[in-house]
């Protein structure tokens, strides 16, 4: 009786293991211009652009990732950030410069 109940006390184990296993969700470049930033809420309002496989252009509240990007930030400025499928946060924000535009 033991070890029957240590066999099925491992396939649990294996098949919980298997199952927190997901594939990595797919990266995609997001660009958008500040509309607004909210401190205390952690995010900002973004007019993004469309997301070729992810999410057409519109204007919706982001969390970002890094609360530090939120004394960068300002309404008006250009933004590139990397977001996950499933995941509606901007991660790795940057304020895209006229510089950088030229060079994309």
Not at 18 to 36: L, Y
């Amino acid at each position: 009786m033991t070890s029957i109940a240590r066999v099925m006390l491992s396939l649990a184990v294996a098949i919980g293991i298997c199952a927190a296993q997901s594939p990595p969700k797919k990266a995609h470049i997001f660009h958008g211009k500040v509309e607004k930033v909210n401190a205390g809420a952690k995010t900002v309002t973004v007019n993004g652009e469309k997301v070729e496989g992810w999410m057409g252009a519109m204007t919706m509240d982001y969390k970002v990732d890094g609360a530090s990007i939120l004394n960068k930030v300002k309404a008006g400025d250009q933004i590139s950030a990397t977001v996950y499928d499933g995941d509606y946060s901007l991660h790795n924000v940057r304020v895209v410069t006229a510089s950088d535009a030229k060079t994309n």
